[in-house]
C-alpha cells in the first residue's frame, strides 16, 4: 500500500507553463510551516526540469495518487505577484479560450518573473544613516569636510543617489563612509505626485460621455465611444483619466499597434505630469520588467500597452480604455487566441472599474452590445476643431486606362491639391512591387514552397518573396519550368506606384509607408513629424497609413483598389472594408480645409461601396448587422473552431473526421452544428496543413460547452506526431 504522505491535508494546486490543459498539485516544500500565498510563484519538479508554477488554490485533498506527489522545491515570493482580480482574469481567459491554464497564468508575469526572478526594482538607490552614522557628533569628522557634510545632509532621512550626488558628493564619499559602516544603502522610492495640465474646453457630446464615464469611476460600466474620426475621442480619455488620477486609481490604454501611434503618447505625456509607461513587444527585456514592476507598485498612474498588456498587473486599477477597438491587431492569432477587447471588459467586471471602447468604426459585436444597451452609447458626430467632413466619391475604373493604378480623375484632383501646397493620402494595401511574378511564354508563377501563396515580387532589394512565411529566393533571371526570358510583374504593389508617382510628380516629396520601409522602431515618429513640418507632398501607404494619424494638410485621400476586401474569404471581410473606407476617409482634411475621398473600384453598384458614399457608421453597420443576423452569424449566435494544423496533408482531416464521429457519438446538443473538416482559405501555411471543424450555435454558453467536450475527446485521442490541434474561441482569422 502506498505510504500516506505526511502533511497530506494540506496540497498546493498550482499552473506549471506546460501544454496540459489542467492544474498540477504539490505537496508543501520541506522544512518550512508557512504555505505560500495563493498568486505567489513556487519552484516545483515536472521529470527532470524544475519549473516556475503559480500558485491557484490550498487544497485540504486531491485525486492524485498519493505516491505520485512530488515536493515543491522551493517558494519563490512573500507575497502574491499576480493579485486575486487577475488571477480570476487569467483562469477565466483559459476557461474561456480553453487554452492550457499554465500557458496562460504566465501571462500574468514580466518576463524575468517567468524566470523565477524577483520583481526588476523601480526603486532609485540611495543611502541612508546607520545607527552608528546617528550617534556621529558634528565634529567627530572634522578632517573630512565633504564626509561630514553627507552625514549632516542625511540627517534628515535618506537620500537617492542622484540627489546626492546633485549636491557636489562623489562616488568616494559613499564608499568611504560604507566602508566605516556610518551608511548604508537603502531603497527609495521616487514619490511623484499625479497631475494634470488644463484641458481643452469640452464640445456637449465630449462632456456628455466625459460625465457619463467619470460618474461611473468605481463601478464596472461599459462605455462604447463612436466618434468620427477628429471627433475629439482622445480629449474625452485625457479628462475620464483625469478623473481617475484625481482619484489616485491607475488608468489602463489598450491600443492596437503602439509603433504606429506615437502622436498618441506624446499627447499623453503633454497632458500629465505623472509616471506613463508603456508595455509592448518593441520594448527590451529590462525595460518591459520595470514598467510591469512601476504598474504593479502603482509607480505608473497610466499603463499604454498593445494586447498582452491587458494582463498587466495594477495596485490600483480604476479605468479601461480600449482605442481602435474594432482593430484585428487586439487579437492574438497564435498561442492563446484572445480578444484583448472582450478580456478587458471582463478585466474591468472583476476590477469594479469602468471600460471605454473607442472607435470611430466599432465592431459590429459592440455596436449590438451599445443597441441592446448593455453598454452606454457615446457618439460624437462633428469633428472637433470645427473641420467639415470630407466628401466622397467613387469612380469606377472598369475599362479606364490606369497609371501605377492611378486613373486620370484621381490624377488631375492630386495636381489641383498639391499646387495648393496641400497633401494626398493614397491608400494602397499591398507592399513590394507586383503580387504576381509571371512567364509570359509558359504561365509559370513564383510560388511559395511552403505555402499555397503566389511570391511577392520586390525591388528594393531585388527578390521573390512570400508575404505569409516570409520564405524568400533571388530573383529568377530565367524561367525555371521553360527557360524564356520573359518574366513580367503583374498586378500592383506600393513599390511600383512609388516609382511611377516619383516619375509623375517630380515637384513634390513622395513618402512610402509600409512595413518595409517603417521596419525600425522610430520610423514612424520620424514618418510623421517630416510631413506634419512638410508643405505638398504625396504619402503611399497600405494600412499601417489607415490608422490614427493626424495628417492636418492632407486634403485628399485616394483608395487605388477597394476590391479586395470585397473578395474576402471571411465573413467580417464586408465590415473590414467599411471600416477601412469609413477610416482613410477619416485621414482628409483634419484642420480647417475640407477634403475629398475617391475610391477607385470595379464593383462601384456593389451595396457596401454605396453604402460607404451614403452613410455614416451607425446605418452602415445597422446595414451589416442585419444581413449577419440573416446568415446567423455574430454577433447574432456564436462561433468557435477547432484547428488542426499538421505536416502531411490528410493527418489533420483524418484526426477531425474521427473526434467528429466521436463527438456524435455522445448525446450532442442539438442546438449546435459542427461542420467540417474545412480546409483553411490557405490550406498550406508555412509547411502546414491547415483543416478546422466549425462549432455553431444560437448561444455562447452551448457553443462553449460543446468545445469543452471536443477538447476533452481531442486530448484522449492522442494526436499522431506532426499534428497540433488548438482552439480557437470567437475566432478573427477567416474560417
Ligand atoms: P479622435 O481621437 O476622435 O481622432 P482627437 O482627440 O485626436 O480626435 O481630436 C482631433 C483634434 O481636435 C485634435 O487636434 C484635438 O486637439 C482637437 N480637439 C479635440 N477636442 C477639442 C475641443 N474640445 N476643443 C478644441 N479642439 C479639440
Ligand atoms: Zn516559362
Ligand atoms: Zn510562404
Known amino acids: 500500500m502506498p505510504q500516506r504522505p505526511d502533511n497530506a491535508q494540506t496540497l498546493l494546486r498550482c499552473a506549471v507553463p506546460i501544454p496540459v490543459r489542467g492544474y498540477l498539485d504539490y505537496l508543501p516544500a520541506k522544512g518550512t510551516d508557512t504555505l505560500p500565498a495563493v498568486g505567489s510563484r513556487i519552484l516545483v519538479p515536472l521529470g527532470s526540469r524544475q ?249 505608473a498612474g497610466i499603463i499604454i500597452g ?68 448593455r453598454y452606454q452609447w457615446h457618439r460624437l458626430t462633428q469633428r472637433a476643431a470645427g473641420a467639415h467632413p470630407p466628401s466622397k466619391r467613387i469612380i469606377d475604373i472598369r475599362g479606364l486606362a490606369l497609371r501605377a493604378g492611378l486613373s486620370a480623375q484621381l490624377q488631375t484632383k492630386m495636381k489641383e491639391v498639391l499646387a495648393r501646397g496641400e497633401q494626398v493620402l493614397l491608400f494602397l494595401n499591398r507592399r513590394g512591387f507586383a503580387p504576381t511574378l509571371l512567364c509570359h511564354d509558359c504561365g509559370w508563377t513564383a510560388e511559395c514552397q511552403n505555402c499555397d501563396a503566389r511570391q511577392t515580387l520586390h525591388k528594393k532589394p531585388p527578390r521573390v518573396q512570400c508575404h ?106 464586408e465590415e473590414r472594408l467599411a471600416q477601412l473606407l469609413t477610416q482613410v476617409g477619416g485621414r482628409a482634411g483634419r484642420a480647417q480645409r475640407s477634403g475629398e475621398v475617391i475610391i477607385q473600384t470595379r464593383h462601384p453598384e456593389h451595396p457596401i461601396m454605396m453604402a460607404v458614399l451614403e452613410k455614416n457608421w451607425r446605418s452602415l453597420s445597422a446595414q451589416l448587422l442585419l444581413s449577419r443576423e440573416a446568415q446567423g452569424l455574430p454577433p447574432n449566435g456564436a462561433l468557435a473552431a477547432l484547428r488542426c494544423d499538421s505536416a502531411t496533408p490528410d493527418a489533420g482531416a483524418a484526426f477531425l473526421v474521427a473526434l467528429i464521429k466521436a463527438y456524435r457519438s455522445q448525446t450532442p446538443d442539438p442546438l449546435i452544428r459542427l461542420v467540417g473538416p474545412l480546409s483553411a482559405p490557405m490550406a498550406r501555411r508555412a509547411g502546414l496543413y491547415r483543416s478546422h471543424i466549425v462549432i455553431a450555435g444560437p448561444k455562447r454558453s452551448g457553443v462553449h460547452a460543446s468545445v469543452k467536450k471536443l477538447v476533452v475527446l481531442a486530448a484522449e485521442k492522442r494526436a499522431p506526431s506532426g499534428l497540433r490541434w488548438f482552439v480557437d474561441i470567437d475566432p478573427s482569422e477567416p474560417l
Not at 535618506?158 to 568611504?176: C, Y
Not at 510628380?505 to 525600425?520: E, H, L, N
Not at 522602431?521 to 501607404?541: K, P
Request: charged share 20%; aromatic share 4%; net charge neutral.
Open 51 to 299: 519549473l516556475v508554477g503559480i500558485v491557484t488554490e490550498i487544497l485540504g485533498s486531491t485525486n492524485v495518487d498519493p505516491a505520485k506527489l512530488k515536493r515543491t522545491k522551493n517558494y519563490l515570493d512573500k507575497n502574491p505577484l499576480i493579485d486575486p482580480a487577475v488571477l480570476e482574469l487569467l483562469s477565466w481567459t483559459a476557461d474561456y479560450y480553453q487554452h492550457p491554464p499554465g500557458e496562460t497564468l504566465i501571462l500574468g508575469l514580466s518576463p524575468r518573473e517567468r524566470r523565477g526572478e524577483s520583481p526588476a526594482s523601480v526603486h532609485d538607490r540611495g543611502f541612508n544613516l546607520t545607527l552608528r552614522g546617528e550617534g556621529l557628533s558634528d565634529t567627530s569628522l572634522s578632517r573630512a569636510p565633504r564626509q561630514q557634510a553627507l552625514i549632516a545632509a542625511l540627517r534628515n532621512g535618506p537620500k537617492t543617489r542622484s540627489e546626492l550626488q546633485s549636491l557636489g558628493f562623489k562616488p568616494d564619499n559613499f564608499r568611504t563612509l560604507l566602508a566605516s559602516a556610518l551608511i548604508e544603502p537603502v531603497e527609495i522610492l521616487a514619490n511623484k505626485a499625479w497631475e494634470c495640465r488644463a484641458p481643452l474646453s469640452a464640445n456637449n457630446e465630449q462632456n456628455t460621455a466625459i460625465t457619463a464615464i467619470t460618474a461611473s469611476l468605481g463601478q464596472f460600466t461599459c462605455h462604447l465611444l463612436e466618434g468620427v474620426t477628429g471627433s475629439g475621442k482622445t480629449e474625452v480619455y485625457l479628462q475620464a483619466i483625469a478623473a481617475a488620477i484625481a482619484r489616485q486609481e491607475q488608468t489602463l490604454v489598450l491600443i492596437p499597434e503602439i509603433g504606429l501611434t506615437p502622436q498618441l503618447v506624446k499627447r499623453f505625456n503633454d497632458r500629465f505630469d505623472c509616471p506613463i509607461v508603456t508595455l509592448h513587444s518593441g520594448l527590451g527585456g529590462a525595460e518591459r520588467d520595470r514598467n510591469w514592476q512601476a504598474a504593479r507598485s502603482q509607480q
Open 306 to 373: 498593445t494586447r498582452s498588456a491587458v494582463f498587466a498587473p495594477m495596485l490600483t486599477p480604476g479605468l479601461i480604455i480600449v482605442d481602435e477597438e474594432h482593430d484585428v491587431s487586439l487579437n492574438q492569432q497564435d498561442g492563446l487566441r484572445y480578444s484583448a477587447r472582450d478580456v478587458a471588459v471582463k478585466r474591468a467586471q472583476l476590477s469594479g472599474c469602468p471600460v471605454v471602447l473607442g472607435s470611430a468604426t466599432p465592431s459590429l459585436e459592440s455596436m449590438a452590445n451599445a443597441t441592446s444597451e
Open 468 to 573: 505569409h512565411c516570409g520564405q524568400q529566393n533571388p530573383l529568377p533571371k530565367l524561367c525555371p519550368q521553360c527557360h524564356g526570358q520573359r518574366l513580367v510583374a503583374s498586378g500592383l504593389g506600393t513599390e511600383q506606384t512609388e516609382q511611377a508617382l516619383k516619375k509623375d510628380f517630380p515637384d513634390v516629396p513622395v513618402y512610402r509607408v509600409d512595413s518595409d520601409s517603417m521596419s525600425g522602431r522610430h520610423a514612424m515618429a520620424t514618418f510623421t513629424q517630416t510631413v506634419e513640418n512638410a508643405g505638398a507632398c504625396i504619402m503611399l501607404g497600405t494600412q499601417l497609413l489607415a490608422k490614427g494619424h493626424h495628417f492636418p494638410k492632407v486634403t485628399c485621400v485616394g483608395v487605388l483598389d477597394a476590391d479586395s476586401l470585397l473578395m474576402s474569404p471571411d465573413f467580417r471581410g
